[in-house]
């Protein structure tokens, strides 16, 4: 679902500015689900204000308002008005592990390789 702006007054973004805009939106999740909070692919594509830690978490557990830290890496003055939709809210369920401490790893035909060692 989309998030939108819950801003008393217009929020000018500079370019290179970080800031925390309010959705006006709290959730209560069940247990073994979270909330990913993602950036819309237009105002990155256009503007270059994407959410800063796409995909942010919100755990079940957070009963606070929902709030998005936008970045603006674009070249011009951004300006976020009551309303707009300024990022996207997946819900997900997850897996709770428990781990086991072991010496050694089970082998696999990959080992250690990693950063492009499988290929282009």
Do not use: C
Not at 77 to 95: K, M, P
């Amino acid at each position: 679902m989309d998030l939108y702006a819950a801003v008393s007054t217009p929020l000018t973004i500079q370019p290179g500015d970080i800031v925390l805009v309010p959705t006006g939106v709290a959730i209560a999740l069940p247990d073994g689900y979270e909330a990913q909070v993602r950036s819309r692919s237009g105002l990155a594509l256009r503007y270059g204000i994407f959410a800063l830690n796409a995909p942010g978490t919100i755990d079940s557990d957070y009963r606070g308002e929902i709030k998005v830290i936008l970045a603006h890496i674009g070249k011009d003055i951004f300006v976020v008005e009551r309303g707009a939709r300024i990022a996207q809210l997946v819900i997900a369920r997850y897996e709770k592990v428990r781990w086991e401490e072991v010496v050694q790893l089970p082998p696999t035909s990959r080992g250690e390789g990693g950063f492009g060692s499988t290929g282009v």
